[in-house]
Protein backbone atom coordinates (compact mmCIF):
# COMPACT_ATOMS: atom_id res chain seq x y z
CA UNK A 1 0.00 0.00 0.00
CA UNK A 2 1.07 3.64 -0.85
CA UNK A 3 2.77 5.36 2.26
CA UNK A 4 0.83 8.16 4.13
CA UNK A 5 3.20 10.89 3.86
CA UNK A 6 2.95 9.99 -0.41
CA UNK A 7 -0.64 10.61 -0.31
CA UNK A 8 -0.82 13.39 1.46
CA UNK A 9 2.51 15.09 -0.62
CA UNK A 10 0.18 13.86 -3.88
CA UNK A 11 -2.55 15.91 -2.60
CA UNK A 12 -1.35 19.19 -0.71
CA UNK A 13 1.34 19.89 -3.18
CA UNK A 14 -0.01 18.28 -6.69
CA UNK A 15 -3.31 17.30 -8.31
CA UNK A 16 -3.52 13.86 -6.48
CA UNK A 17 -2.01 10.40 -7.42
CA UNK A 18 -2.43 9.59 -11.51
CA UNK A 19 -2.43 5.35 -11.13
CA UNK A 20 -0.22 5.00 -14.17
CA UNK A 21 2.85 7.20 -12.55
CA UNK A 22 4.93 6.49 -9.59
CA UNK A 23 2.94 7.27 -6.65
CA UNK A 24 4.66 10.77 -6.23
CA UNK A 25 7.95 11.45 -7.19
CA UNK A 26 10.43 12.26 -4.52
CA UNK A 27 12.22 15.55 -4.85
CA UNK A 28 9.65 18.31 -5.38
CA UNK A 29 11.66 20.96 -5.27
CA UNK A 30 13.87 19.28 -8.09
CA UNK A 31 10.37 20.04 -10.55
CA UNK A 32 11.54 23.34 -10.51
CA UNK A 33 14.78 23.30 -11.05
CA UNK A 34 14.79 22.05 -14.50
CA UNK A 35 13.39 22.46 -18.11
CA UNK A 36 9.87 21.05 -17.99
CA UNK A 37 8.55 18.93 -20.88
CA UNK A 38 4.86 20.31 -20.20
CA UNK A 39 6.00 24.02 -21.44
CA UNK A 40 6.88 22.76 -25.05
CA UNK A 41 4.02 19.78 -24.92
CA UNK A 42 1.09 21.60 -26.53
CA UNK A 43 1.03 24.19 -29.10
CA UNK A 44 0.34 28.55 -27.87
CA UNK A 45 -0.42 31.49 -29.28
CA UNK A 46 1.93 34.98 -27.97
CA UNK A 47 1.34 38.25 -27.18
CA UNK A 48 2.12 39.54 -30.46
CA UNK A 49 0.34 37.20 -32.55
CA UNK A 50 -2.84 37.72 -30.40
CA UNK A 51 -2.00 41.54 -30.66
CA UNK A 52 -1.81 40.91 -34.28
CA UNK A 53 -4.63 39.05 -34.70
CA UNK A 54 -6.66 40.94 -32.57
CA UNK A 55 -5.59 44.68 -34.52
CA UNK A 56 -6.89 42.48 -37.44
CA UNK A 57 -9.76 41.64 -36.30
CA UNK A 58 -10.85 45.08 -35.05
CA UNK A 59 -9.33 46.36 -38.80
CA UNK A 60 -12.33 43.68 -40.33
CA UNK A 61 -14.90 45.37 -38.74
CA UNK A 62 -14.34 48.70 -39.03
CA UNK A 63 -13.79 48.19 -42.75
CA UNK A 64 -16.24 45.80 -43.35
CA UNK A 65 -18.60 45.64 -40.57
CA UNK A 66 -19.51 43.14 -38.11
CA UNK A 67 -21.47 41.00 -40.11
CA UNK A 68 -19.18 40.48 -42.70
CA UNK A 69 -17.17 37.21 -43.88
CA UNK A 70 -13.79 38.78 -42.84
CA UNK A 71 -14.38 39.50 -39.30
CA UNK A 72 -16.11 36.75 -38.04
CA UNK A 73 -13.66 34.87 -39.81
CA UNK A 74 -11.35 36.33 -37.34
CA UNK A 75 -14.07 36.65 -34.33
CA UNK A 76 -13.63 32.52 -34.60
CA UNK A 77 -9.93 32.48 -34.62
CA UNK A 78 -9.93 34.86 -31.14
CA UNK A 79 -12.21 32.37 -30.06
CA UNK A 80 -11.04 29.08 -31.10
CA UNK A 81 -7.38 30.70 -29.14
CA UNK A 82 -9.69 30.94 -25.75
CA UNK A 83 -10.99 27.71 -26.14
CA UNK A 84 -7.41 26.34 -26.42
CA UNK A 85 -6.31 28.51 -23.65
CA UNK A 86 -8.47 26.39 -21.42
CA UNK A 87 -7.78 23.19 -23.31
CA UNK A 88 -3.88 23.93 -22.12
CA UNK A 89 -4.72 25.04 -18.44
CA UNK A 90 -6.29 21.39 -18.35
CA UNK A 91 -4.67 19.14 -20.00
CA UNK A 92 -1.36 20.38 -18.44
CA UNK A 93 -1.30 19.60 -14.82
CA UNK A 94 -3.73 16.02 -15.98
CA UNK A 95 -1.10 14.90 -17.79
CA UNK A 96 2.38 16.33 -16.02
CA UNK A 97 3.98 14.12 -13.27
CA UNK A 98 5.10 17.63 -12.21
CA UNK A 99 2.48 18.00 -10.03
CA UNK A 100 4.41 20.40 -7.51
CA UNK A 101 5.32 23.04 -10.49
CA UNK A 102 1.41 22.76 -12.23
CA UNK A 103 0.29 23.63 -8.31
CA UNK A 104 2.54 26.52 -7.98
CA UNK A 105 2.11 28.11 -11.47
CA UNK A 106 -1.89 27.88 -10.29
CA UNK A 107 -0.99 29.75 -7.18
CA UNK A 108 1.16 32.48 -9.34
CA UNK A 109 -1.65 33.31 -11.68
CA UNK A 110 -3.96 33.54 -8.91
CA UNK A 111 -1.54 36.15 -6.76
CA UNK A 112 -1.42 38.25 -9.95
CA UNK A 113 -5.29 37.95 -11.16
CA UNK A 114 -6.46 39.40 -14.07
CA UNK A 115 -9.76 39.38 -14.35
CA UNK A 116 -10.86 39.63 -18.50
CA UNK A 117 -13.54 42.80 -19.15
CA UNK A 118 -13.88 41.61 -23.06
CA UNK A 119 -13.28 39.93 -25.36
CA UNK A 120 -9.66 41.61 -26.40
CA UNK A 121 -8.51 40.57 -22.01
CA UNK A 122 -9.66 37.36 -22.61
CA UNK A 123 -7.45 36.99 -25.73
CA UNK A 124 -4.40 38.26 -24.25
CA UNK A 125 -5.11 36.07 -21.00
CA UNK A 126 -3.54 33.15 -21.56
CA UNK A 127 -0.39 34.68 -23.10
CA UNK A 128 -0.18 36.31 -20.04
CA UNK A 129 -0.07 33.07 -18.30
CA UNK A 130 2.84 31.63 -20.26
CA UNK A 131 4.71 34.51 -21.27
CA UNK A 132 4.82 36.66 -17.98
CA UNK A 133 4.33 33.91 -15.28
CA UNK A 134 5.19 29.97 -16.05
CA UNK A 135 8.47 31.32 -17.01
CA UNK A 136 9.52 33.25 -13.59
CA UNK A 137 7.78 30.74 -10.92
CA UNK A 138 11.05 29.09 -10.17
CA UNK A 139 13.23 32.65 -10.73
CA UNK A 140 13.02 35.52 -8.17
CA UNK A 141 10.30 37.35 -7.09
CA UNK A 142 11.42 40.76 -8.14
CA UNK A 143 11.74 38.78 -12.18
CA UNK A 144 8.16 37.32 -11.45
CA UNK A 145 6.87 40.81 -10.20
CA UNK A 146 8.76 42.86 -13.62
CA UNK A 147 7.23 40.31 -15.88
CA UNK A 148 3.32 40.43 -14.68
CA UNK A 149 2.81 44.22 -13.72
CA UNK A 150 4.23 44.81 -17.25
CA UNK A 151 2.31 42.43 -19.35
CA UNK A 152 -0.60 44.12 -21.74
CA UNK A 153 -3.35 41.82 -19.61
CA UNK A 154 -2.24 43.81 -15.99
CA UNK A 155 -2.12 47.23 -17.49
CA UNK A 156 -5.47 47.14 -19.78
CA UNK A 157 -6.78 45.24 -16.54
CA UNK A 158 -6.04 47.91 -13.72
CA UNK A 159 -6.24 50.83 -16.52
CA UNK A 160 -2.54 51.66 -16.07
CA UNK A 161 -2.84 52.89 -20.26
CA UNK A 162 -5.12 55.54 -19.30
CA UNK A 163 -2.99 57.10 -16.35
CA UNK A 164 -1.22 60.10 -17.33
CA UNK A 165 1.92 62.50 -15.62
CA UNK A 166 -0.86 65.41 -14.58
CA UNK A 167 2.94 67.26 -15.86
CA UNK A 168 3.75 65.43 -18.52
CA UNK A 169 3.73 66.85 -22.28
CA UNK A 170 0.81 64.19 -22.91
CA UNK A 171 -0.97 64.93 -20.17
CA UNK A 172 -1.39 68.24 -20.25
CA UNK A 173 -1.93 68.27 -24.02
CA UNK A 174 -5.04 65.90 -23.74
CA UNK A 175 -6.13 67.08 -19.98
CA UNK A 176 -6.11 63.43 -18.71
CA UNK A 177 -4.47 62.65 -14.71
CA UNK A 178 -3.13 59.78 -12.93
CA UNK A 179 -4.96 56.55 -12.37
CA UNK A 180 -3.88 54.80 -9.27
CA UNK A 181 -5.30 51.11 -9.82
CA UNK A 182 -2.07 49.38 -10.57
CA UNK A 183 -0.19 51.49 -8.05
CA UNK A 184 -2.63 50.37 -5.33
CA UNK A 185 -2.66 46.45 -6.25
CA UNK A 186 0.65 45.70 -6.82
CA UNK A 187 1.50 47.35 -3.17
CA UNK A 188 -2.01 45.97 -1.68
CA UNK A 189 -1.76 42.69 -3.51
CA UNK A 190 0.87 41.84 -4.89
CA UNK A 191 3.36 42.78 -2.79
CA UNK A 192 3.25 44.63 1.23
CA UNK A 193 -0.15 43.19 1.70
CA UNK A 194 -3.55 45.25 2.93
CA UNK A 195 -2.06 45.52 6.02
CA UNK A 196 1.70 46.96 4.75
CA UNK A 197 3.26 49.66 6.07
CA UNK A 198 1.94 52.41 3.05
CA UNK A 199 0.28 55.69 3.02
CA UNK A 200 -2.23 57.40 0.53
CA UNK A 201 0.42 59.59 -0.51
CA UNK A 202 3.11 56.03 -1.22
CA UNK A 203 0.09 55.14 -3.24
CA UNK A 204 -0.15 58.09 -5.43
CA UNK A 205 3.67 58.78 -5.87
CA UNK A 206 3.71 55.15 -7.32
CA UNK A 207 1.33 55.84 -9.52
CA UNK A 208 3.38 58.96 -10.81
CA UNK A 209 6.51 56.79 -11.31
CA UNK A 210 3.94 53.83 -13.33
CA UNK A 211 2.98 56.62 -15.84
CA UNK A 212 4.32 56.23 -19.32
CA UNK A 213 3.92 52.53 -18.51
CA UNK A 214 1.31 51.55 -21.62
CA UNK A 215 0.36 49.53 -24.37
CA UNK A 216 0.49 49.47 -27.90
CA UNK A 217 -0.15 47.41 -31.37
CA UNK A 218 2.96 45.33 -30.49
CA UNK A 219 2.29 44.86 -26.64
CA UNK A 220 3.77 46.81 -23.95
CA UNK A 221 5.18 50.41 -24.26
CA UNK A 222 6.68 52.56 -22.44
CA UNK A 223 6.14 56.80 -23.38
CA UNK A 224 8.25 59.07 -21.88
CA UNK A 225 5.92 61.34 -22.97
CA UNK A 226 3.06 60.63 -20.77
CA UNK A 227 5.71 60.39 -17.82
CA UNK A 228 5.39 62.14 -14.71
CA UNK A 229 8.38 64.58 -14.24
CA UNK A 230 10.82 64.21 -11.82
CA UNK A 231 11.32 62.42 -8.73
CA UNK A 232 9.09 60.49 -6.78
CA UNK A 233 9.48 59.76 -3.03
CA UNK A 234 7.72 55.93 -2.73
CA UNK A 235 8.47 54.40 1.26
CA UNK A 236 10.89 56.85 1.91
CA UNK A 237 13.27 56.52 -1.06
CA UNK A 238 13.59 58.73 -4.23
CA UNK A 239 13.35 57.15 -7.72
CA UNK A 240 12.97 58.76 -11.29
CA UNK A 241 15.11 61.36 -11.27
CA UNK A 242 16.39 61.42 -14.48
CA UNK A 243 15.36 61.17 -17.92
CA UNK A 244 11.91 58.89 -17.46
CA UNK A 245 12.83 55.22 -18.44
CA UNK A 246 11.01 51.99 -17.55
CA UNK A 247 14.21 50.97 -15.71
CA UNK A 248 12.66 53.76 -12.81
CA UNK A 249 9.49 51.37 -12.32
CA UNK A 250 12.30 48.28 -12.24
CA UNK A 251 14.71 49.79 -9.64
CA UNK A 252 11.18 50.66 -7.27
CA UNK A 253 10.05 46.84 -7.79
CA UNK A 254 13.61 45.48 -7.36
CA UNK A 255 13.38 47.22 -4.08
CA UNK A 256 9.52 46.47 -3.38
CA UNK A 257 10.73 43.07 -3.86
CA UNK A 258 13.07 42.65 -1.12
CA UNK A 259 11.06 44.23 1.51
CA UNK A 260 10.53 42.35 4.82
CA UNK A 261 6.20 42.94 4.43
CA UNK A 262 6.30 41.29 1.05
CA UNK A 263 8.64 38.44 2.21
CA UNK A 264 6.18 38.16 5.15
CA UNK A 265 3.10 38.66 2.77
CA UNK A 266 4.15 35.75 0.45
CA UNK A 267 4.91 33.36 2.59
CA UNK A 268 1.41 33.69 4.38
CA UNK A 269 -0.10 33.06 0.96
CA UNK A 270 1.62 30.14 0.00
CA UNK A 271 1.23 28.69 4.05
CA UNK A 272 -2.85 29.95 3.82
CA UNK A 273 -2.73 28.47 0.31
CA UNK A 274 -0.92 24.65 0.81
CA UNK A 275 -1.56 24.51 4.09
CA UNK A 276 -4.68 26.07 5.67
CA UNK A 277 -6.08 29.27 7.30
CA UNK A 278 -4.27 30.37 10.52
CA UNK A 279 -0.43 29.10 9.49
CA UNK A 280 2.13 28.53 11.91
CA UNK A 281 4.18 31.42 12.52
CA UNK A 282 7.43 29.86 12.55
CA UNK A 283 6.80 28.33 8.82
CA UNK A 284 5.72 31.41 7.80
CA UNK A 285 8.76 32.88 9.08
CA UNK A 286 11.29 30.90 8.30
CA UNK A 287 10.05 31.10 4.70
CA UNK A 288 10.31 34.63 4.74
CA UNK A 289 14.00 34.73 5.42
CA UNK A 290 14.67 31.89 3.41
CA UNK A 291 13.55 34.61 1.25
CA UNK A 292 15.18 37.84 2.21
CA UNK A 293 18.43 35.74 2.36
CA UNK A 294 18.69 34.21 -0.87
CA UNK A 295 17.72 37.61 -2.43
CA UNK A 296 14.14 37.39 -2.79
CA UNK A 297 14.61 34.20 -4.36
CA UNK A 298 11.34 31.64 -4.91
CA UNK A 299 12.97 28.53 -4.84
CA UNK A 300 14.47 29.16 -1.37
CA UNK A 301 11.47 29.89 -0.11
CA UNK A 302 9.50 26.68 -1.76
CA UNK A 303 12.24 24.96 -0.10
CA UNK A 304 10.92 25.50 3.24
CA UNK A 305 7.15 25.53 2.23
CA UNK A 306 7.99 21.62 1.15
CA UNK A 307 10.21 20.50 4.00
CA UNK A 308 8.92 22.45 7.05
CA UNK A 309 7.29 20.16 9.53
CA UNK A 310 4.47 22.50 9.70
CA UNK A 311 3.81 20.72 6.33
CA UNK A 312 3.48 17.43 7.54
CA UNK A 313 -0.16 17.76 9.36
CA UNK A 314 -2.69 16.19 8.31
CA UNK A 315 -5.19 16.95 5.24
CA UNK A 316 -8.46 18.17 5.36
CA UNK A 317 -8.46 22.22 6.33
CA UNK A 318 -8.54 23.20 2.29
CA UNK A 319 -11.25 22.25 -0.19
CA UNK A 320 -10.51 21.20 -3.97
CA UNK A 321 -11.15 24.09 -5.94
CA UNK A 322 -13.85 23.07 -8.56
CA UNK A 323 -10.48 23.09 -11.19
CA UNK A 324 -8.29 21.01 -8.96
CA UNK A 325 -10.97 19.04 -8.49
CA UNK A 326 -11.81 18.33 -11.84
CA UNK A 327 -8.07 18.13 -12.88
CA UNK A 328 -7.74 15.30 -9.99
CA UNK A 329 -10.74 13.35 -11.55
CA UNK A 330 -9.50 13.51 -14.97
CA UNK A 331 -6.24 12.29 -13.65
CA UNK A 332 -7.51 9.31 -11.52
CA UNK A 333 -9.52 7.60 -14.51
CA UNK A 334 -5.95 8.67 -16.59
CA UNK A 335 -8.02 10.38 -19.20
CA UNK A 336 -6.41 10.54 -22.27
CA UNK A 337 -5.23 14.21 -23.35
CA UNK A 338 -6.71 13.49 -26.58
CA UNK A 339 -10.03 13.24 -25.30
CA UNK A 340 -10.14 16.73 -24.47
CA UNK A 341 -8.02 17.98 -27.23
CA UNK A 342 -10.03 17.16 -30.06
CA UNK A 343 -13.34 18.48 -27.93
CA UNK A 344 -15.38 21.01 -30.06
CA UNK A 345 -15.60 23.99 -28.27
CA UNK A 346 -19.20 23.25 -27.65
CA UNK A 347 -18.12 20.17 -26.28
CA UNK A 348 -15.53 21.75 -24.07
CA UNK A 349 -18.39 24.19 -22.72
CA UNK A 350 -20.77 21.46 -21.82
CA UNK A 351 -18.36 18.70 -20.60
CA UNK A 352 -15.99 20.87 -18.96
CA UNK A 353 -16.37 24.69 -18.59
CA UNK A 354 -20.25 24.57 -17.62
CA UNK A 355 -19.94 22.08 -14.65
CA UNK A 356 -16.60 24.48 -13.46
CA UNK A 357 -19.00 27.30 -13.32
CA UNK A 358 -21.85 25.54 -11.70
CA UNK A 359 -19.15 24.07 -8.94
CA UNK A 360 -18.78 27.68 -8.59
CA UNK A 361 -15.50 28.79 -10.59
CA UNK A 362 -16.41 30.31 -13.99
CA UNK A 363 -12.87 29.73 -15.87
CA UNK A 364 -10.67 32.71 -15.99
CA UNK A 365 -12.99 35.12 -13.90
CA UNK A 366 -12.40 35.36 -10.47
CA UNK A 367 -14.21 37.54 -8.31
CA UNK A 368 -12.07 40.14 -8.25
CA UNK A 369 -8.58 41.43 -8.54
CA UNK A 370 -7.49 39.22 -5.06
CA UNK A 371 -8.14 36.19 -6.83
CA UNK A 372 -10.38 33.00 -5.25
CA UNK A 373 -11.00 32.31 -1.97
CA UNK A 374 -9.24 30.14 0.08
CA UNK A 375 -11.51 29.10 2.77
CA UNK A 376 -13.23 25.28 2.46
CA UNK A 377 -16.39 26.98 3.69
CA UNK A 378 -16.72 28.91 0.01
CA UNK A 379 -16.27 26.02 -1.97
CA UNK A 380 -18.43 23.25 -0.69
CA UNK A 381 -22.32 24.59 -0.47
CA UNK A 382 -25.46 23.09 -1.17
CA UNK A 383 -25.47 23.93 -4.92
CA UNK A 384 -21.65 23.91 -5.39
CA UNK A 385 -21.42 19.95 -3.85
CA UNK A 386 -24.42 19.08 -5.86
CA UNK A 387 -22.82 20.05 -9.02
CA UNK A 388 -19.20 17.95 -8.19
CA UNK A 389 -21.72 14.92 -7.35
CA UNK A 390 -23.30 15.19 -10.90
CA UNK A 391 -20.16 15.87 -12.76
CA UNK A 392 -18.49 13.08 -10.96
CA UNK A 393 -21.27 10.79 -11.30
CA UNK A 394 -21.57 11.44 -14.71
CA UNK A 395 -17.45 11.36 -15.74
CA UNK A 396 -17.92 7.78 -14.09
CA UNK A 397 -20.62 6.78 -15.65
CA UNK A 398 -18.93 7.61 -19.55
CA UNK A 399 -15.51 6.26 -18.85
CA UNK A 400 -15.09 4.35 -15.50
CA UNK A 401 -17.47 0.77 -16.38
CA UNK A 402 -14.24 -1.50 -16.32
CA UNK A 403 -12.42 0.12 -13.95
CA UNK A 404 -12.60 -2.22 -10.36
CA UNK A 405 -13.03 0.73 -7.51
CA UNK A 406 -11.61 -1.55 -4.88
CA UNK A 407 -7.68 -1.36 -5.87
CA UNK A 408 -8.33 1.89 -7.23
CA UNK A 409 -9.42 3.48 -4.17
CA UNK A 410 -6.31 1.82 -2.23
CA UNK A 411 -3.74 3.51 -4.81
CA UNK A 412 -5.91 7.12 -5.05
CA UNK A 413 -6.39 7.59 -1.32
CA UNK A 414 -4.49 4.82 0.15
CA UNK A 415 -4.47 4.70 4.04
CA UNK A 416 -6.42 8.43 3.95
CA UNK A 417 -9.71 6.15 2.96
CA UNK A 418 -11.73 5.65 5.93
CA UNK A 419 -13.25 2.72 6.21
CA UNK A 420 -16.95 3.38 5.61
CA UNK A 421 -15.42 4.83 2.48
CA UNK A 422 -13.99 1.23 1.77
CA UNK A 423 -17.55 -0.54 2.59
CA UNK A 424 -19.57 1.77 0.13
CA UNK A 425 -17.27 1.15 -3.05
CA UNK A 426 -16.47 -2.45 -2.24
CA UNK A 427 -20.69 -2.85 -2.02
CA UNK A 428 -21.46 -0.80 -5.01
CA UNK A 429 -23.44 -2.49 -7.36
CA UNK A 430 -21.44 -1.26 -10.64
CA UNK A 431 -17.97 -0.61 -11.02
CA UNK A 432 -18.32 2.87 -12.19
CA UNK A 433 -20.65 3.61 -8.79
CA UNK A 434 -17.96 2.61 -6.95
CA UNK A 435 -15.62 4.81 -8.45
CA UNK A 436 -18.39 7.90 -8.53
CA UNK A 437 -18.63 7.22 -4.12
CA UNK A 438 -14.57 8.36 -4.20
CA UNK A 439 -14.98 10.68 -6.36
CA UNK A 440 -17.89 12.35 -4.09
CA UNK A 441 -15.95 11.34 -0.86
CA UNK A 442 -15.39 14.25 1.44
CA UNK A 443 -11.43 12.41 1.44
CA UNK A 444 -11.29 13.24 -2.09
CA UNK A 445 -13.16 16.79 -2.38
CA UNK A 446 -10.49 18.09 0.33
CA UNK A 447 -6.53 18.26 0.32
Known amino acids: ?33 SPDPADTALDWVSTGERADLLLQGREARRDKGSDSPEYMRYRDQMRDVVDDDF ?7 LLNPRGFRERIFAFWIDHFTVVPKDQASKLLLGAYFDDAIRPNINRRFADLLKAAITHPSMILFLDQHVSFGPNSRAGKRRGRGLNENLAREILELHSLGVDGDYT ?21 EFVAAASEPGAETILGQSYGAGDPDLQNIFDFLEDLAMHPATANHLASKLAVHFIGPDPDTDYVDKMAQNYLDSDGDLIA ?20 TPFEYMVASLRVLQTPADTILKMTGRELRQHL ?18 GWNESLEYWITPPTLAARINWAGEL ?29 VAGAEAKWEGVALMLISPT ?3 R
Open 353 to 370: MNPLVAMGQSPFDPDGPD
Open 396 to 424: AQNHATAIDPRPLLETVLGPLAPDDLEFA
Open 87 to 93: RRLLVRP
Open 200 to 220: QDDVRQFAELLTGLTVSAQGM
Open 301 to 320: MYDVLLHHSAARTDLGQKAR
Open 1 to 33: MIALQEVIDANRFGYGIRPTETPFPAGLLAQLQ
Open 444 to 446: FMR
